[in-house]
């Protein structure tokens, strides 16, 4: 048995089954192992031989609210995190959000959308989203973020059951440190990296501190950090929803889309829709009863 298949649900929407399964066994045929359950009605997982055709268990659900991966079993236990920020760990843009003090939302999100995408150069589409808010005042920071910006369902158990177990925890975003900082403080993690809006006399100049963080940097730290803590690139997973994270995506030992722009989704090595954070975790193996939180 060399890897393993792992169903997740969200049990307000659609929880897991009996059925569910015995279908996914069926499928698998004499590849299936025995079925252990990580979370009553939320996740299991089937030990199952080196080839599975992951198509057919997609057609064999159909369209059941129901997230389906398929992990190797070596190394699952990953050491070393790398998250995105924005509608990843948190449910919101921040940027956006800040644009919508300046009465420019609905302008603003349509670029981050297209930048999100792959459709716009990153770095050109932040410099003008930032330039569109100069002069903002810069209390205006501390209002999107203390009205705005939540955690998502699960960031705080990903984080800590993961460092509870020996991994490091880092949180990486185009976004900005205002942000980034308080975050990293919120759901536990490590270290925080982002870009620095630059302020003057109280309000936003309307420029980002260069070098601008971007893919190119997301993947520059996942690959630093897997060798200053002298890990096996396998031992590595990232999670993020945009295209400029899709290169540490693919790069990490797992990769997961999580409820991802449609091209970062179908590239990524695993998608998660339906699940919340808690999601990479039974990915890993972990059981509630592991969990830090």
Not at 190 to 211: C, F, H, M, W, Y
Not at 227 to 241: F, H, Y
Not at 249 to 268: E, H, I
Request: hydrophobic share 50%; with cysteine; glycine share 8%.
């Amino acid at each position: 048995m060399q890897h393993v298949l792992v169903l997740i649900a969200d049990p307000e929407d659609r929880p897991l089954e009996a059925a569910d399964v015995a279908l996914a066994a069926e499928v698998l045929g004499d590849a299936a192992g025995a079925p252990r359950w990580l979370s009553r009605e939320r996740a299991v997982e089937i030990a199952c031989a080196d080839f599975v055709d992951e198509a057919l268990l997609r057609d064999a659900f159909e369209d059941a609210p129901i997230d389906i991966a398929i992990v190797p079993a070596a190394q699952r236990r990953k050491r070393l995190l790398v998250a995105d920020m924005d509608s990843t760990i948190i449910t919101v843009e921040c940027l956006d959000e800040l644009a919508d003090f300046a009465g420019l939302k609905p302008k603003i999100a349509a670029i981050t959308e297209r930048a999100m995408r792959g459709e716009l150069d990153f770095k050109a589409a932040l410099r003008e989203r930032v330039g569109m808010l100069t002069g903002l005042d810069e209390s205006a920071l501390a209002r999107a973020y203390g009205e705005r910006v939540h955690l998502t369902p699960g960031a705080r158990a990903l984080v800590g059951t993961m460092r509870k177990h020996g991994a490091y925890a880092a949180l990486v975003s185009g976004g900005f440190t205002y942000f980034t900082a308080r975050v990293r403080e919120a759901a536990g993690f490590d270290q925080d990296s982002a870009n620095t809006l630059l302020i003057e006399a109280g309000r936003l100049t309307g420029k980002v501190a260069e070098p601008i963080l971007d893919s190119s940097a997301k993947l520059a730290t996942l690959q630093q950090l897997t060798r200053e803590r002298g890990l096996d690139p396998a031992e590595t997973l990232a999670v993020g929803d945009g295209a400029n994270d899709l290169p540490m995506l693919q790069a990490a030992g797992l990769g997961v889309a999580f409820r991802a722009k449609p091209k970062v989704a179908a590239a990524a090595q695993v998608r998660i829709e339906h699940g919340d954070l808690t999601a990479l975790l039974y990915l890993q193996g972990y059981a509630d009863e592991d969990f830090a939180v």
